[in-house]
C-alpha cells in the first residue's frame, strides 16, 4: 500500500449512480465529475519551521 507523506491523504473516487432514486438513467454527458471518495491512507502531519509536528 501506497504511505502518503507529510500533510497529504490518498483518496478512492466512489463512482457515482448511474441512475436517480426515481430511475432516471443519466448519460454520461449529463453527470458532474465525481466530487465524493474514500479516505485511503493519511501522511503524519505537516512539519513547521521550529520542528513540532502538526496532525492532520
Known amino acids: ?3 502518503p507523506l507529510g500533510d497529504r491523504i490518498i483518496i478512492e473516487l466512489v463512482e457515482s449512480e ?3 432514486a426515481s430511475g432516471i438513467v443519466l448519460p454520461d454527458s449529463a453527470k458532474e ?4 471518495g474514500k479516505v485511503v491512507a ?3 502531519g505537516r512539519v513547521l ?3 513540532e509536528r502538526v496532525a492532520l
Do not use: L, N
Request: hydrophobic share 20%.
Open 49 to 51: 519551521e521550529s520542528g
Open 33 to 36: 465529475k465525481p466530487q465524493e
Open 18 to 20: 448511474e441512475k436517480t
Open 42 to 44: 493519511v501522511g503524519t
Open 1 to 3: 500500500m501506497i504511505k
